[in-house]
């Protein structure tokens, strides 16, 4: 009678997993639709606000440190370097932030949409994971050691960062729509030049 | 001209205050170039720093509506030819100070000073205070770019306000 039992409730669990399993997930068109804006936003913010070279540059550059070391003022030397190591946080934190959603976006719905082959999942996830884990290892340094303590690797994360802005604007390319610019401005009212 | 307000990013609450006027103009682009080298030739010729650019750039901007308005401007083109000429010179301007290294920041900084005729103790003193940098920034400017600007300004009117009240000792060897 036990085992009995104890089979009827094995079987009755397996049915609840396989269950849920099998459940389709509950996607809205406009929820999936907002992820997908949310990931070209991340995109958009990486390419254009994030990693520009000449920001970085100047964000990293030794030349201020060397101009402030020349004015000779240790309180004008601490407020440099508090304002640019916040700045530096301010960078690795946002540049960590838009990867992961980029990371939450490939994970959840691009498989879905572009032909993606197992050894390139795999190795678009080990970007990722590596990106993410530098990031952490950057904010660290900058929070202990400064703003100029890792300038190769500020310079590393860029790249990889870029690379993988690649990788998703592959996936998210059909967003872009080359006609659309065509169609603003030159109209007027009651005669559309569209 | 019909104004749409747009956010950037409707997913990020990070992005919400740093929202984009989009206008949608009847004004080619053709017109917006003309004003925006006219506006270079006649008006910014006049001002060689791009710190002065900067602010007299967003004075002209309307602090309710987010647009610019310049009367001779829109008289030889359109109102929004002006407009949208405008906010590319300072989004121009803007990117300049970015570029701008902490000496040439330092520098802009005096001479701005000095052409404003005002005592430069009390200029130090009120940017110090008011910060009206702050609101000089082009609408729709990376945070991360615009922190930048106010962290460099901020460390330049402290070697400023440094030089004004007591001299420098002489630079480390």
């Not at chain 1, 397996?14 to 068109?29: D, I, K, Q, T």
């Not at chain 2, 206008?23 to 003309?34: E, I, L, T």
């Not at chain 2, 006049?46 to 610019?68: F, K």
Request: charged letters at 20%; one cysteine or more; glycine letters at 4%.
């Amino acid at each position: 009678m036990i085992a009995l039992l104890f089979y009827i409730g094995a079987a009755v669990c397996l049915f609840v997993l396989m269950y849920a399993l099998a459940r389709p997930h509950r996607a809205p068109v406009e929820g999936i639709a907002n992820q997908f804006v949310a990931a070209r936003g991340s995109l958009q913010t990486l390419q254009q606000g994030l990693l520009p070279t000449n920001l970085l540059n100047r964000i990293f550059d030794r030349r201020d440190l060397d101009y402030i070391d020349g004015q000779a003022a240790p309180d004008i030397r601490r407020l440099f370097l508090s304002q640019r190591q916040a700045i530096s946080l301010m960078w690795i934190r946002r540049v960590r932030s838009e990867i992961l959603n980029l990371l939450h976006f490939h994970r959840s719905h691009s498989r879905f949409h572009t032909n993606i082959s197992i050894l390139t999942e795999i190795r678009l996830a080990l970007d990722f994971a590596g990106l993410l884990f530098v990031c952490r290892i950057l904010e660290t340094i900058f929070s202990w050691r400064g703003p100029y303590a890792a300038p190769r690797l500020v310079q590393s994360v860029a790249t990889a960062a870029s690379r993988l802005c690649t990788a998703s604007e592959k996936s998210l390319a059909f967003l872009k729509v080359p006609g659309v610019s065509a169609f603003r401005g030159d109209s007027t009212p009651g005669n559309a030049a569209v | 001209m019909e104004i749409r307000r747009q956010g950037t990013r409707p997913f990020s609450p990070k992005w919400v205050k740093w929202e984009v006027f989009v206008v949608n103009f009847s004004s080619n682009q053709n017109d917006v170039v003309a004003a925006a080298d006219d506006l270079r030739r006649r008006t910014l010729a006049h001002l060689p720093l791009a710190l002065e650019r900067l602010i007299y750039l967003a004075s002209t901007r309307d602090y309710n509506t987010g647009l610019y308005h310049h009367d001779g401007l829109a008289q030889r083109y359109s109102e929004a030819a002006a407009c949208e000429g405008l906010a590319n010179c300072h989004r121009e301007s803007f990117q300049e100070l970015l570029a701008a290294s902490l000496e040439e920041l330092v520098r802009q900084l005096q001479a701005y000073a000095d052409s404003l005729g005002a005592l430069s103790s009390n200029f130090v003193t009120a940017w110090k205070e008011l910060e009206p940098y702050r609101v000089a920034v082009p609408v729709g400017t990376d945070p991360l770019a615009a922190e930048f600007v106010f962290s460099n300004l901020k460390v330049a009117l402290t070697i400023f306000e440094r030089r004004l009240f007591q001299p420098l000792r002489a630079p480390l060897a």
